[in-house]
């Protein structure tokens, strides 16, 4: 078996074994030991996944364990090869992680015609993580522009974008917004990270038309009341900050330029908003808006969830709160939320047991429940006479879901609580 697990060539064992190092903790067992070990281990829980349940999520399993120019070549000769060991590639949504270093710049010459070597025809998602320091020398600015001149030559299909780390160099980031605006007609979502959104940058992703998903995660300079107007098919926002938003509240801007919004994610958000003015007209604007996430602010508490979430929210389906100072005590949840699936209310320690019961009473589609620690000993019984039961695996604690004729949870609150749109 450890000689030829599961019946596979050995031709692709031993290409899978090329990416794989001895674990450094065990150095006294024999090296075929463990390297037969390895790779019964990887075909079941990482070869197979990448073959036969089409989850790439991208090239970060080879970095940094190998040299990025040395494994996308043979990564590529694997997948190209694949189907003559009757293993099927999921061709139409590959992924490819950029992840620039300086040690990693001599990868510029060689990766566009590796990529090519996966048709990039079907290249539909692309993340760059620029790692540089503002000292580094004009040579590696310059095998940088040569890398995304490379990669734009040939991924016309690319439709996801994933820029990470990029505030270190306004030379990257004018050559990020060339890149950008190369791509924009296509490009249906992006996400930045931990960058600055310089004006270059802004004006290029206005351009993208055609955007449904975007997220910002502790960027600076993004300038809200200047991108949204451009994006009038947003279907999902998110937005991670860590200090004050200038100008109007999240929540107003997209009710005014986002009528098609049906998925909101607002983390670490201060808002100067005390009456809820901007969750009361996104309610009232956005008809579609079915996922909800308040993360981290006092600010939602009963007065947002009593006057807009309740009277206003006919048409959610997913409500997530995390720290936040909602109780529920005066909640009438009746006939209010009759397609909400799930409510996940993670260290909300204000939250009371009645409420809890009133929404798994009210809410008949309801699927999944994530209970504060402080109710774990008190709202099981009433969840037990709606028909749940604690789930114990997913790694969820706490957690409570209802099962369905079948045994199982819908497929929608699955993927809702994965959170695996950019794996």
């Known amino acids: 078996m450890c000689s030829n697990p599961l019946g596979l060539p050995p031709e692709l064992l031993h290409e899978i074994f090329l990416y794989l190092l001895p674990p450094p903790s065990v150095p006294t067992l024999p090296f075929d030991l463990i390297a037969c070990s390895m790779v019964c281990i990887t075909w079941h829980f990482a070869a197979r996944k990448l073959f036969d349940l089409n989850r790439l999520g991208g090239f970060e399993f080879i970095y940094p364990k190998r040299n990025f120019a040395d494994s996308v070549p043979r990564l590529t000769e694997t997948l190209v090869e694949s189907p003559k060991y009757g293993l099927v590639y999921y061709s139409s949504d590959r992924a490819v992680k950029v992840c620039k270093r300086p040690d990693d710049c001599n990868?510029?010459?060689?990766?566009?015609?590796?990529?090519?070597?996966?048709?990039?025809?079907?290249?539909?998602?692309?993340?760059?993580?620029?790692?540089?320091?503002?000292?580094?020398?004009?040579?590696?600015?310059?095998?940088?522009?040569?890398?995304?001149?490379?990669?734009?030559?040939?991924?016309?299909?690319?439709?996801?974008?994933?820029?990470?780390?990029?505030?270190?160099?306004?030379?990257?980031?004018?050559?990020?917004?060339?890149?950008?605006?190369?791509?924009?007609?296509?490009?249906?979502?992006?996400?930045?990270?931990?960058?600055?959104?310089?004006?270059?940058?802004?004006?290029?992703?206005?351009?993208?038309?055609?955007?449904?998903?975007?997220?910002?995660?502790?960027?600076?300079?993004?300038?809200?009341?200047?991108?949204?107007?451009?994006?009038?098919?947003?279907?999902?926002?998110?937005?991670?900050?860590?200090?004050?938003?200038?100008?109007?509240?999240?929540?107003?801007?997209?009710?005014?330029?986002?009528?098609?919004?049906?998925?909101?994610?607002?983390?670490?958000?201060?808002?100067?908003?005390?009456?809820?003015?901007?969750?009361?007209?996104?309610?009232?604007?956005?008809?579609?808006?079915?996922?909800?996430?308040?993360?981290?602010?006092?600010?939602?508490?009963?007065?947002?969830?009593?006057?807009?979430?309740?009277?206003?929210?006919?048409?959610?389906?997913?409500?997530?709160?995390?720290?936040?100072?909602?109780?529920?005590?005066s909640a009438v949840v009746d006939g209010r939320w009759p397609n909400l699936r799930s409510l996940a209310l993670y260290e909300c320690h204000n939250v009371s047991g009645e409420f809890v019961e009133k929404v798994a009473e009210a809410c008949p589609m309801l699927e999944w429940v994530i209970l504060p620690r402080k109710l774990k000993d008190k709202v099981p019984n009433p969840l037990y006479r709606f028909g749940f039961r604690q789930l114990q695996e997913r790694g969820f604690r706490n957690t409570w879901t209802k099962a369905k004729g079948n045994g199982t949870v819908s497929e929608q609150s699955v993927k809702f609580y994965d959170n695996a749109r950019f794996s």
């Open 107 to 329: 990868l510029a010459a060689g990766a566009p015609k590796s990529f090519l070597r996966l048709r990039p025809t079907d290249l539909s998602k692309l993340r760059v993580t620029i790692l540089f320091n503002p000292s580094l020398p004009a040579a590696s600015i310059h095998r940088f522009r040569h890398l995304l001149d490379g990669i734009q030559s040939f991924c016309a299909s690319i439709t996801t974008l994933h820029l990470s780390h990029f505030a270190y160099s306004y030379e990257h980031t004018i050559r990020l917004a060339d890149f950008v605006l190369a791509l924009a007609p296509r490009l249906e979502a992006i996400r930045v990270t931990h960058g600055t959104i310089r004006p270059s940058l802004c004006s290029a992703m206005r351009l993208c038309y055609n955007l449904r998903w975007f997220e910002a995660h502790y960027t600076l300079d993004c300038d809200l009341a200047s991108l949204l107007p451009a994006w009038p098919n947003l279907r999902h926002f998110g937005i991670t900050a860590g200090a004050l938003l200038d100008g109007p509240p999240p929540p107003l801007l997209l009710a005014r330029h986002c009528p098609l919004l049906k998925s909101l994610w607002l983390n670490n958000i201060c808002i100067r908003d005390p009456h809820h003015v901007g969750f009361n007209a996104l309610f009232r604007c956005c008809s579609n808006l079915t996922e909800l996430r308040l993360w981290t602010s006092t600010r939602f508490d009963d007065a947002l969830l009593d006057d807009i979430l309740l009277p206003y929210g006919l048409a959610l389906r997913h409500l997530d709160f995390y720290v936040a100072s909602v109780t529920g005590k």
